[in-house]
């Protein structure tokens, strides 16, 4: 279409394809445009809509009433309080000095994702890059591509355990530094610690970086970095200028990812972080046990509500629609 | 208009992937402010040769030259070439404005002069009214100018065309061809087009470079390749010509000068041959010919022509034509 369509906007009015075109919205609907019946679509799209409702929007929804419930050490009660939210928040609006809980612990998971994000993305960008623009057949795209997803064929508790008797006192790591004489005692800091942590966290989920940037950077035409080149653009400035702008919407979509996983999550911070370091999911999971189920819903709640407000944020700075 | 046009040339060139030679030992010299096609089939090495020039395509052996400057080593930007992509490759985050002004911005120089300067190159090529728009919301046309533009922002020695209309439809391209001309004329550089549109080439050469299998067959303004044709690639190759064998050699005729006489007229230069088609072209009508000999020949013969002596198919006509008209073939 915009190919026939003539060269100026004046020439274009004069064309008669396009005055015959009926404007948009108008009168339109009644002209059938196909055989299949109008319903056929919503049945199409029915079963995952009802395996959304019943596995998403409902156990959503009942958290959200279960948070607003009452709770004593042997009972739960259905109720409308505002209790577990102002349990959530105790203590941080009087204006102390010192941090509330809430706000800790959401401020140490906040800086496990600021790192992990930090360094899925360089690692990820990195990653998609090479196999998209320095592997040049696509078998070996695809072969090296496979290669990347070798760690996700076993369970994410397996891989995160298997860094037990690498980083442990007794570990690989420290026997090795031992025994080439590097240090004298083992390092404390490399398992159970803040360390430990952040480097299983980006093990785990570099890959949900390198999948959607590799997409996106499947789809430069190779004709754009060779336009660039001609026009004098250094690797760098073809990197600034034109590759990282066409592959922000991957960037976005592997953030996305990356950040909703990691605010979540309790699994990696409580086995690597030998249950001492503190996490929402944590705080949830600990209450939860305790079957205290309102102020987890709240806690639940809470944290649904900063992770959305941050996927709001990042679709803010791009189109997303373009991706998909 | 700004120009400083310089001589291309192209010494003995060569382009190898390991064993296939895309291009075999080319050399050829195009004179500043030259339309300069490449014509070929695909897989002649046109394309190779045209990369080579641009600084796309590393050179396996011999020289390219712009001005007196042997530009084997260097990068395009500094070896005064534009290219102008196949498809534009414009870049698609980039507005028109900021599209022609990128090589500026590489350069370092000044947003405000970047932009003042695009915008002129701009309003030479009519495209000043959409500066603001992203090249998705482009026809073909105007997209086909902002890459005119963006190319040509550089005041480029040479300009390098890669198959630039074969992405328009049949309407468009032959209006963007006498616009490619007029921009050549205007900014007086050399425009170095590939292309394998015989009929293109024509159009816009001033000089024709026929390849074949990785060389040159012939170059020449389009006249002398269409009235003269070399070997029996060109002949075949740029269309309209019958070739007749003769012994081991072999020879061309337009079919535009090959005459139809009557069955009973003498005619000491004719022979006979059976009509086997007509076609109907409007201008001209076609008629193919089987000489007893095999020869397949064509002849093309204006309307009037045609209508004195119509032939039909099955028809046994003489077919011959003046001496003037033979052509010999070197291959």
Known sequence: MTVTNDITASEASGSPEVSALPAKGQGVRKVPTSWTPWWVGYLQAAPMALVFLLFFILPLAATFVVSFWNYTEYSIEPAFVTTNYSDVFYGCFSGGSALCTTFATYLSTLKFVAIVWLLTLQIGFTVAYFLCFHVKTLPMQIALFMVCTIPFWTSNVIRMISWIPLLGRYGLVNETLQGLGLIDAPLEWLLYSDFAVALALVHLYTLFMVVPIFNSMMRIDKALIEAAYDAGASSWQTLTNIVIPLVKPGIVIGSIFVVTIVTGDYLTIGIMGGQQIASVGKVIQTQINFLQFPIAAANAIVLLAVVLLTIWGMLRLVDIRKEL | ?331
């Not at chain 2, 007196?68 to 870049?91: C, E, I, S």
């Not at chain 2, 095999?294 to 013969?301: D, E, K, Q, R, S």
């Open chain 2, 1 to 331: 208009m700004p120009s400083n046009a310089a001589d291309l040339e192209l010494a003995d060139v060569t382009k190898a992937y390991g064993e296939t030679v895309a291009v075999d030992h080319v050399s050829l010299k195009v004179p500043a402010g030259t339309y300069c096609c490449l014509l070929g089939p695909s897989g002649c090495g046109k394309t190779s040769t045209l990369r080579m020039v641009a600084g796309h395509e590393f050179i396996s052996d011999g020289d390219v030259l712009i001005g007196n400057t042997v530009v084997n080593d260097l990068p395009p930007a500094k070896r005064g070439t534009a290219m102008m992509f196949q498809n534009y490759a414009l870049f698609p985050h980039l507005s028109v404005q900021e599209n022609v002004a990128f090589s500026l911005k590489m350069a370092g120089i000044g947003k405000a002069e970047r932009l003042e300067r695009a915008d002129e190159m701009l309003g030479m090529v009519d495209m000043d009214a959409y500066a603001k728009r992203l090249p998705a919301r482009l026809s073909g046309g105007q997209q086909q100018r902002v890459a005119l533009a963006r190319a040509l922002v550089t005041n480029p020695t040479v300009l390098l065309l890669d198959e630039p209309l074969s992405a328009l439809d049949p309407f468009l391209r032959i209006r963007m061809r006498a616009e490619l001309k007029r921009y050549q004329r205007e900014f007086g550089i050399s425009f170095v087009h590939v292309t394998h549109s015989q009929e293109e080439a024509m159009a816009l050469a001033d000089m024709v470079v026929v390849m074949n299998d990785g060389r040159i067959e012939q170059v020449g303004s389009p006249r002398e390749v269409y009235n003269h044709p070399k070997t029996r690639f060109v002949a075949q190759f740029i269309g309209g010509h019958n070739i007749v064998h003769e012994g081991a050699s072999a020879y061309a005729v337009r079919a535009d000068r090959i005459r139809l006489f009557a069955a009973q007229a003498d005619g000491t230069t004719a022979s006979p041959a059976t009509v086997s088609d007509v076609e109907y072209q409007g201008m001209t009508i076609h008629v193919a010919l089987k000489r007893q000999d095999g020869t397949a020949l064509l002849a093309t013969l204006p309307e009037h022509e045609f209508d004195r002596s119509p032939v039909s198919v099955g028809d046994t006509v003489q077919v011959g034509w003046n001496a003037d008209d033979r052509h010999e073939l070197a291959a």
